[in-house]
């Protein structure tokens, strides 16, 4: 029994892009790195991202947060089991990408924009949307993952300017979209993999993400495969400092399939736990994902028009065991 192959690969043939432009407001600079991502998204879905603007203490934090977490007894991460609102704790099995494939060797632990229950959006029951589920313990935790959670998605934000106008569009043209959104943040943790469970096994299954952009943070010990333009898998190597940005299909459909949403998958054949952090960076619920929005000529749409929570959930219904189990 072995592990699934892929080839290794120069870190350098997944871009680094420097996103310290976008943090100001110069149009020629928004639009240089606008220029890059572009090229990234529709060529491979995958870039890494420098100068991204979350300051290493916050992501360290966040990281020793969730060493923390994982390495509590089960039944004490059982206290913040998964909710409707899809917050809290995941165990082994309890994920897995499609029907065809075997559960996922991770854990994880996912959270949101926090909103009180008087929150309009709260009250009216918007799909996904309230208050977290945090456990009692560690004590930093909560802390910890909202600082980083608040800095991704001001870093989501400074991303989308830049593609915003490599589309020909003002470069804020998704921000109120994305001023309240449904964003997930994702600890997950992934025991070391025994080769004997064989080339099926994975961390997680390949996949494509939901939503808008992801956002990644990963550890030293690597795993991050990417389906290339050969139709080979290939590393996604960590490199210190950057996060990891991929396209999810939300984004592939209002772009009318020009940004690719690229398949990924985990392997962590390290012999090692590895310790990534997600933020899955999707618009309001309320948001039409509508490609007519971003063509010249609406007549070239390829896909309907959408709501975002209306899409999401239904992904979600499909992916998570605990929702198929209340349904």
């Not at 979350?54 to 969730?66: D, L």
């Not at 082994?92 to 632990?109: N, T």
């Not at 772009?255 to 990924?264: D, E, I, K, L, V």
């Not at 933020?279 to 975002?308: E, G, N, S």
Request: net charge neutral.
């Amino acid at each position: 029994m072995a592990y699934a192959k892929a080839t290794v690969i120069a870190p350098e043939e997944i871009p680094v892009i420097d996103a310290g432009a976008l943090a100001g407001d110069d149009p020629a600079a928004i639009a240089a790195a606008g220029a890059k991502m572009r090229e990234a998204a529709e060529r491979i879905g995958f870039f890494y991202v420098a100068n991204h603007g979350v300051p290493e203490a916050t992501v360290a934090r966040a990281f020793a947060a969730s060493k923390a977490f994982f390495a509590m007894p089960e039944a004490d991460k059982r206290k913040a089991e998964i909710d409707a609102r899809h917050r809290g704790f995941l165990a082994v099995g309890q994920a897995k990408m499609y029907a065809s494939a075997k559960i996922d060797l991770k854990e994880s632990f996912l959270w949101g924009l926090e909103l009180g229950t008087e929150d309009p959006d709260v009250r009216a029951g918007k799909p996904l949307m309230g208050p977290n589920n945090w456990p009692p313990a560690p004590a930093d935790m909560r802390a910890a993952f909202y600082d980083y959670y608040l800095g991704i998605c001001a870093c989501g934000q400074r991303l989308l300017k830049g593609l915003a106008a490599s589309l020909g569009r003002e470069p804020r043209f998704f921000e109120r979209a994305f001023a309240k959104p449904l964003a997930r943040g994702s600890a997950i943790y992934y025991p070391p993999q025994p080769p004997e469970l064989g080339e099926l096994q994975f961390g997680v299954a390949p996949h494509t993400d939901y939503g808008g952009l992801t956002l990644l943070a990963q550890d030293m010990v690597g795993g991050l495969q990417v389906l290339g333009a050969n139709g080979k898998w290939v590393t996604a190597h960590p490199i210190p400092g950057t996060l990891v940005i991929n396209i999810g299909d939300l984004m592939h459909r209002w772009t009318n399939g020009r940004f690719a949403s690229n398949p990924h998958r985990v392997v962590n054949e390290s012999g090692r736990e590895r310790y990534s952090i997600a933020v899955f960076f999707d618009p309001h619920p309320d948001t039409v994902v509508d490609p007519r929005d971003l063509l010249d000529d609406p007549a070239q749409a390829k896909y309907p028009p959408i709501t975002c929570g209306e899409y999401i959930v239904g992904r979600f219904d499909k992916a998570f065991k605990y929702r198929q189990s209340k349904t």
